[in-house]
C-alpha cells in the first residue's frame, strides 16, 4: 500500500508561482512512477507532469511544459510539482498518484496509476 499526501495549494496570481508537494510511505516499489495530475470542474482529469522515481525522467504535459517542474527528494520521500507562470487555467484540485509500473504510452494519463492522495486546491486568479 502507498499514502499519498499532498500540501502547499493555496490563492496566487496569473504570472505567480506555488509549490505542491507529496509525502509519500508505504513500499518504495510501489511508488517508482509518481506523477500530478489536477481536475477542475466540468474538465476531465490531466496528468501534468510525472517522474521515473529511480532514475531523473521526467514527462509533461503540453500543457505546462517549460512552466511546471517535477522533482523528487527520495530522503524525505517526497515529489515536489514546481509552478511558475501560472495562469487562470490553471485552477484545479490537483492530485499526486504513484504506481509501481506504468506503460510508457500512460505516463501521462490517469489511468497508468494505482495510488493518489487526497488533493490539494490551486485557485489562479487574473
Known amino acids: 500500500q502507498v499514502q499519498l499526501v499532498e500540501s502547499g495549494g493555496g490563492s496566487g496570481q496569473a504570472g505567480g508561482s506555488l509549490r505542491l508537494s507529496c509525502a509519500a510511505s508505504g513500499y518504495t516499489y510501489s511508488r517508482n512512477y509518481m506523477g500530478w495530475f489536477r481536475q477542475a470542474p466540468g474538465k476531465e482529469r490531466e496528468v501534468v507532469a510525472a517522474?521515473?522515481?529511480?532514475?531523473?525522467?521526467?514527462y509533461y504535459a503540453v500543457s505546462v511544459k517549460v512552466r511546471f517542474t517535477i522533482s523528487q527528494d527520495n530522503a524525505k520521500n517526497t515529489v515536489y510539482l514546481q509552478m511558475n507562470s501560472l495562469k487562470p487555467e490553471d485552477t484545479a484540485m490537483y492530485y499526486c498518484?504513484?504506481?509501481?509500473?506504468?506503460?510508457?504510452?500512460?505516463?501521462?494519463?490517469?489511468?497508468?496509476?494505482?495510488?493518489w492522495g487526497q488533493g490539494t486546491q490551486v485557485t489562479v486568479s487574473s
Open positions: 498518484e504513484a504506481a509501481e509500473t506504468v506503460y510508457q504510452w500512460l505516463l501521462l494519463h490517469v489511468s497508468g496509476y494505482e495510488y
Open positions: 517522474v521515473d522515481t529511480r532514475g531523473s525522467d521526467t
